[in-house]
C-alpha cells in the first residue's frame, strides 16, 4: 500500500507536468493519458504485489556476508518497517473491509442500472427516432441503439456496452426544441463510439481495489472531466448552434431532480463542472494555467523521486576480500541481509566518483528548472494582474450576476412552474382511464388481425389466389396464347406494309387534294 501511494504520486505528478508542458493538448488525448495513468498504477500495484508474495514465499537460506560493491545501508526504512510491521494485520483487515464496501456499491450500482434498463420505459416521437438513425449514420454506429423515454430518470443517459440504450425523461418531450434533441442524442451516441461505458467500468474496478490511494481519485476525476469534453467536442463538430446545445444542457440540469445513477453516462454532472463545460462550448472559457495544481504536481514528483532515491540501496567502496571463498561483507549497522552466493565473486569498479558527478548534474537541472518555473510564475502573475484580464474577468461577473437575476426572475420561475405542470398533465395523460382504453383496444385489435391472418378463411383465400396465379401464368405459356400474339404481330405487321405502300399514300394524297378544294371553295368569294 506505501509503494502504491509513492508511485501514484508519480503517475498523477507525471500526468500534471505533461499537462504543463503540452496546453495545447486536445481533450482526447488528455482523457486517454489519464486512463493510462490509472491502468499503469494498478499494474504497479499488481506487479508490487506478486514481488512481495514471492518474496515472502522463498525459503530462507544461510546469511551471505559480502564487503564492498554493493552494500545496502537501510537504517531509517528499516525503523519504519519495523513500525509499521506490527500494524500490518490492521491494515490488512481495513483493506479487506473496505475493499468488500466498495464492492457491495459496485455491485448495487450495476443492479440499479439494470432496473432502469427495464422498468418505466415508453416510446419516444418518431422525429427523434429518425434524428437517431441521422446522428448514427454520421458518427459511423452500426451497433443497434434502442432509444426510449424512461420515468425513472431526470437526465439524459446511456447504459450498457454490447446492447447500448439511450435514455431520455419524459419531461423532456415538452420542454425540447428538436435541435437541441439531436445535440444532447448527438453527446450520448459518442459515448457509444468511444466504448466510454466500457471503459468506465473498467475504471470503477480499479478504483474499488486501489480505493485507498488518492492519486486514483485524483486521476479518475480528470478522466471523467475529460470524457465529458471529448463528447462536448464531438458535438460541437456536427452542431450549427453551440447556444442550442448550451441551453439544452442548462434545460437539463434545472429538471434534473434525482441523482445521476452511478456508472451511467450522463448529459449532466456536478454543476460546477457544468458551468465550466458551458463556457467551453461559448468559448467563455478561461484561458489560464493552474499554477498552484501544476506546482503542487512539481512537489509531488519531488516527493516521489525523494522516496525512491531514499529506498534505492547506497553503494560503498570495495573492500578485498579477506576470506578463502571470496566473499563480500555486507557493512551494516543495523540489519544485515541475506544475499544468495553468486557464482563467481566479480569485482566491482568503484562507483562513487561516477554518483558524485550524477548528483551535481542533477542538482544543476533541478536548479534551471527552478529558475525557469520563478520566469513562467513571474509571467504568469503579471498577466493576472493585467488591466485586459481584469475587464475579461469584470465582463464574466457582469454576464454571471445577470445569469443569476435572471434564472431568480418571476419570469423564469413561471416558465418551470409552466414546465413542471405540462410535464404532470403528459404524466397524468398517459396514466389515466382514457389512454389505458386506447392501448387496451389497439391491443385487442391487433389480437383480432392476428387471429384473422391465421384463420382458415384467410388461408383459403390466400390459397384461391395462388391458384389463380398460376392458371393466368399456365395460360399466358400456352401455345394457344402464343399462336394469338404470333397472329397479332402478323397482323401488325402487315398493317404497317400497308400504310406504307404507294396505294394507301395515293389515297393519302387524293384525302388532302379534296380538302383543298372544300377549303378554297368556302374561302373563294
Known amino acids: 500500500m506505501v509503494h502504491s501511494l509513492w508511485q501514484g504520486a508519480l503517475t498523477y505528478g507525471a500526468l500534471c507536468l505533461i499537462y504543463l508542458l503540452f496546453p495545447k493538448l486536445t481533450s482526447k488525448s488528455k482523457y486517454a493519458l489519464a486512463l493510462w495513468g490509472q491502468f499503469l498504477l494498478s499494474l504497479a500495484f499488481v506487479i508490487t504485489f506478486g514481488h512481495y508474495l514471492d518474496t515472502a514465499s522463498t525459503p530462507n537460506e544461510a546469511p551471505v556476508h559480502y564487503k564492498g560493491a554493493l552494500s545496502i545501508s537501510l537504517e531509517a526504512p528499516s525503523s ?27 455491485s448495487s450500482g450495476l443492479s440499479k442500472l439494470h432496473y432502469l434498463k427495464t422498468r418505466g420505459l415508453s416510446v419516444v416521437p418518431t422525429t427523434w427516432n429518425e434524428s437517431l438513425l441521422a446522428i448514427c449514420s454520421k458518427l459511423q454506429i452500426k451497433q443497434r441503439v434502442r432509444f426510449h423515454l424512461s420515468e425513472k430518470v431526470s437526465v439524459p443517459m446511456v447504459l450498457g456496452h ?26 450520448e451516441l459518442a459515448h457509444i463510439k468511444r466504448r466510454d461505458y466500457l471503459l468506465n467500468l473498467l475504471k470503477v474496478a480499479i478504483e474499488t481495489i486501489l480505493f485507498f490511494n488518492p492519486f486514483v481519485w485524483l ?30 444542457l442548462m434545460s437539463v440540469e434545472l429538471l434534473k431532480t434525482t441523482p445521476v445513477p452511478m ?36 512537489l509531488l514528483c519531488s516527493f516521489a523521486l525523494t522516496a525512491v532515491a531514499w529506498i534505492t540501496p547506497k553503494e560503498q567502496p570495495i573492500i578485498a576480500a579477506e576470506n578463502a571463498n571470496n566473499l563480500l561483507i555486507v557493512e551494516a549497522p543495523v540489519t544485515t541481509h541475506q544475499i544468495p552466493p ?14 558524485i558527478k ?14 525557469n518555473m520563478e520566469v513562467e510564475a513571474k509571467k504568469i502573475e503579471a498577466h493576472y494582474n493585467s488591466p485586459e484580464w481584469k475587464e475579461k474577468v469584470a465582463d464574466i461577473e457582469t454576464q454571471a450576476k445577470r445569469a443569476g437575476e435572471y434564472f431568480n426572475s418571476p419570469e423564469w420561475k413561471a416558465k418551470i412552474a409552466d414546465i413542471e405542470a405540462n410535464a404532470r398533465k403528459i404524466e397524468t395523460y398517459y396514466n389515466s382511464p382514457e389512454w389505458k ?29 395462388e391458384a389463380n396465379a398460376r392458371k393466368i401464368e399456365t395460360y399466358y405459356n400456352s401455345p394457344e396464347w402464343k399462336e394469338k400474339v404470333a397472329d397479332i404481330e402478323i397482323q401488325a405487321k402487315r398493317a404497317g406494309e400497308y400504310f406504307n405502300s404507294p396505294k394507301w399514300k395515293a389515297k393519302i394524297a387524293d384525302i388532302e387534294a379534296n380538302a383543298k378544294e372544300i377549303a378554297e371553295h368556302y374561302v373563294s368569294p
Open 342 to 355: 553468486p557464482v563467481t565473486a566479480p569485482d566491482y569498479p568503484p562507483l562513487i566518483q561516477d554518483s
Open 219 to 248: 486521476l479518475s476525476r480528470h478522466i471523467e472531466t475529460e470524457r465529458e469534453h471529448a463528447c462536448d467536442d464531438i458535438v460541437m463538430m456536427w452542431t450549427l448552434s453551440p447556444i442550442a446545445y448550451a441551453q439544452a
Open 263 to 298: 456508472h451511467a453516462m450522463a448529459a449532466v454532472g456536478k454543476k460546477y463542472h457544468l458551468l465550466h463545460r458551458m463556457q467551453r462550448i461559448t468559448n467563455m472559457e478561461k484561458k489560464r494555467i493552474h499554477a498552484r495544481q501544476h506546482f503542487i504536481a512539481v
Open 162 to 187: 454490447l446492447k447500448p440504450i439511450i435514455l431520455f425523461p419524459v419531461a423532456l418531450v415538452s420542454n425540447l426544441e428538436l435541435a437541441q434533441v439531436e445535440a444532447i442524442l448527438t453527446h
Open 358 to 371: 550524477l548528483r551535481r548534474k542533477s542538482e544543476k537541472m533541478l536548479t534551471d528548472n527552478m529558475k
Open 80 to 106: 519504519i518497517l519495523n513500525v509499521l510491521d506490527p500494524l500490518l494485520p490492521w491494515m490488512s483487515s481495513i483493506y479487506v473491509l473496505g475493499l468488500s464496501f466498495q464492492l457491495v456499491i459496485f
Open 437 to 465: 382504453e386506447k392501448v387496451a383496444d389497439i391491443e385487442i385489435q391487433a389480437k383480432r388481425a392476428g387471429e384473422y391472418f391465421n384463420s382458415p378463411e384467410w388461408k383459403a383465400k390466400i390459397a384461391d389466389i
